[in-house]
């Protein structure tokens, strides 16, 4: 069980920090060409997502079950990964791909809000006398993660493909 949290942790932390390790991707004029403010804002459903579903998750899981919970903020996450993959295809339409991303990162906002409480708690209840170091280890593959979105993006734009990675994580997720 604590390998399955640990790996929905290390997800987490991929697929939170996939959209700005494609910053070059969507700023290009090559690709996606939006402006520098258009790319900060794509940010902007995730954060404010993220939050109110941060918020909301103790009621979701009184109402829902801890279990469903997670597997919804999973699935969230899934979403963002497959909309962000699919955007690919509308590099030359600036609306659409626009929109897509914007549906995707508010995803991602509601993926994190509903997923990472949820693997603290979990981890709480599953191991209540080694929360602290278990907790710690939750939260460093979560890091571990997020250092890691860069370096794969990188490597699979470097190899002509970067929406393939989106792809895998829709796999693992």
Excluded at 14 to 35: E, M, N, R
Excluded at 139 to 152: D, E, H, K
Aim: charged fraction near 5%.
């Amino acid at each position: 069980m604590i390998t399955a949290i640990y790996l929905a942790g290390l997800l987490q932390g991929i697929s939170l920090v996939a959209f700005p390790a494609a910053s070059t991707i969507f700023t290009s004029p090559h690709q996606f060409g939006f402006s520098v403010a258009a790319y900060g804002s794509l940010f902007i459903p995730q954060a404010l997502l993220s939050i109110t579903f941060a918020a909301l998750n103790p009621k979701i899981c009184r109402s829902l079950g801890s279990k469903c919970t997670l597997f919804l903020g999973l699935f969230a996450n899934l979403l963002a990964m497959a909309l962000l993959a699919l955007s690919s295809l509308y590099m030359g339409e600036p609306t659409t791909s626009y929109t897509i991303l914007l549906i995707a990162t508010g995803c991602l906002g509601i993926g994190f809000g509903l997923t990472v409480p949820v693997l603290n708690l979990l981890v709480a209840l599953l191991y209540p006398k080694k929360v602290d170091s278990l907790v710690l280890v939750l939260n460093a593959l979560l890091g571990v993660g997020t250092a890691l979105a860069p370096i794969f993006f990188a490597l699979f734009t470097a190899l002509g493909f970067w929406w393939e990675l989106p792809l895998l994580l829709v796999v693992a997720l």
